[in-house]
């Protein structure tokens, strides 16, 4: 039956370790390596990159690495994130009810599964979340980070900003719900023309301000949405680490671009 099926890792080996030991290690060493540019606590929104591990992981830790003292603070986890492989119009969550990494098995959250299906354009198709790596690559950081929590996982596709908005308020929660933007920033421009444009992103993502374009973000329309959301509910940006593939393991001549971003509430934004 769909409805007690599980979503088994698609790039495990691929975009990080198969083995759970060799995973564990990784993630812990990324981890405690980490130096955010800004110390942030109990963010209601992270902007994190999902390439493969080598290339993305230490920018995707410097998030990460300030849940760890939140442990059993944060229990579901709003995930969202581009589709790279199966075209969808509006949203997909999986029919799977629970989605497998090498570290174990982590369940969807069904009241919040159930709760968005009443959208028009959120439809129950396992097809774009089989081999989609925007979200699963969130999955072992969290499990490593987290003790328990349930995740809803969100292929969004082909909509609007405001759209997206409109399920983070229907998703929003309280203080325990943790939302995840998964998004890379520029692709295959040389290192310092890649620093350049990606700096400009990130600036406009401090802003608050829309008008993302797919070049600048390939998650835009989940940050967009984030934006939106944010201004609604007086979060306030702050930037935990920008950097590229060519700062981390590729060659410079074409980079990957990758930020991690943190939202807080505004009355405990406070500027270092």
């Known amino acids: 039956?769909?409805?007690?099926?599980?979503?088994?890792?698609?790039?495990?080996?691929?975009?990080?370790?198969?083995?759970?030991?060799?995973?564990?290690?990784?993630?812990?060493?990324?981890?405690?390596?980490?130096?955010?540019?800004?110390?942030?606590?109990?963010?209601k929104a992270?902007?994190?990159?999902?390439?493969?591990?080598?290339?993305?992981?230490?920018?995707?830790?410097?998030?990460?690495?300030?849940?760890?003292?939140?442990q059993a603070f944060y229990r579901r986890v709003i995930l969202l994130g581009p589709c790279h492989r199966v075209p969808v119009q509006g949203f997909a969550l999986p029919a799977a009810q629970s989605l497998a990494t090498p570290l174990g098995e982590v369940a969807v959250d069904r009241p919040g599964w159930l709760a968005i299906q009443d959208e028009p354009d959120v439809v129950v198709d396992d097809a774009p979340h089989?081999?989609?790596?925007?979200?699963?690559?969130?999955?072992?950081?969290?499990?490593?980070?987290?003790?328990?929590?349930?995740?809803?996982?969100?292929?969004?596709?082909?909509t609007t900003p405001e759209r997206v908005a409109h399920l983070l308020d229907r998703l929003w929660g309280d203080?325990?719900?943790?939302?995840v933007i998964s998004s890379d920033l520029s692709h295959y421009?040389?290192?310092h023309q890649a620093r350049w444009r990606d700096r400009s992103t990130v600036e406009q993502i401090e802003r608050l301000q829309g008008g993302l374009a797919f070049d600048q973000a390939c998650g835009a329309l989940p940050i967009e949405g984030m934006l939106l959301a944010a201004q609604r509910h007086h979060l306030a940006p702050t930037v935990l680490d920008l950097r590229n593939s060519g700062d981390t393991a590729g060659d410079r001549n074409r980079v990957v671009g990758y930020t991690s971003i943190a939202f807080t509430p505004a009355q405990r934004h406070v500027a270092h």
């Open 1 to 43: 039956m769909a409805n007690a099926s599980i979503r088994p890792a698609a790039v495990a080996g691929a975009f990080y370790p198969a083995d759970p030991r060799a995973l564990q290690i990784m993630i812990g060493d990324m981890l405690n390596a980490a130096m955010p540019l800004e110390t942030v606590h109990w963010p």
């Open 46 to 70: 992270l902007i994190v990159p999902h390439a493969g591990y080598v290339y993305s992981g230490p920018i995707a830790a410097s998030a990460y690495a300030g849940l760890r003292s939140t």
């Open 130 to 158: 089989a081999l989609e790596h925007a979200l699963e690559v969130q999955l072992p950081f969290l499990q490593t980070v987290l003790d328990h929590f349930t995740v809803v996982p969100i292929v969004v596709g082909d």
């Open 175 to 179: 203080d325990e719900t943790l939302i």
């Open 189 to 191: 421009l040389p290192y």
